[in-house]
């Protein structure tokens, strides 16, 4: 069954109500995400999931040269970052999207929606 990712974006600022709309979302949206989640897993979708600290925290790795370098925090300047994410599989990218839909109510962020690549995808990609 294919693979998709559900990445959870939302803004980089935190507040006093944390990275949620407002205080009141702020205890609810853990208590809804953690009922998706065990919707996905009652239903089959579920291969992992989980939050990520604040884009802070970060450590950005370019081992490309002679030499590592390391960099504290993110890789891009951005009012938004990831802060948590879904591997789930479907049957197709309608139901991958359905399932964002209810994840993104969930977890009051905006999803993003990628299929992971399969050995038939990467196949059909253009010679570089």
Same mark, same amino acid.
């Given at each position: 069954m294919p693979r998709y990712l559900l990445s959870v974006h939302g803004t980089a600022e935190r507040t006093e @109500?944390?990275? /949620? &709309? @407002?205080?009141?979302?702020? &205890?609810?949206? &853990?208590? +809804?995400?953690?009922? $998706?989640?065990?919707?996905?897993?009652? +239903?089959?979708? $579920?291969?992992f999931a989980g939050g990520l600290e604040p884009a802070t925290t970060a450590t950005t790795v370019d081992g490309q040269g002679e030499k590592p370098a390391f960099t504290d925090g &993110? /890789?891009?300047e951005t009012q938004e970052c990831l802060g948590g994410f879904w591997v789930i599989e479907a049957a197709d990218l309608d139901v991958a999207l359905a399932l964002a839909?209810?994840? @993104?109510?969930?977890?009051?962020?905006?999803?993003e929606v990628r299929p992971f690549r399969t050995a038939e995808t990467v196949r059909t990609l253009p010679e570089p």
């Open positions: @109500s944390g990275t /949620y &709309p @407002s205080q009141e979302a702020a &205890p609810q949206a &853990p208590a +809804d995400t953690g009922a $998706f989640n065990g919707r996905l897993r009652r +239903d089959g979708h $579920f291969v &993110p /890789y891009l839909v209810e994840g @993104s109510k969930a977890c009051r962020g905006t999803v």
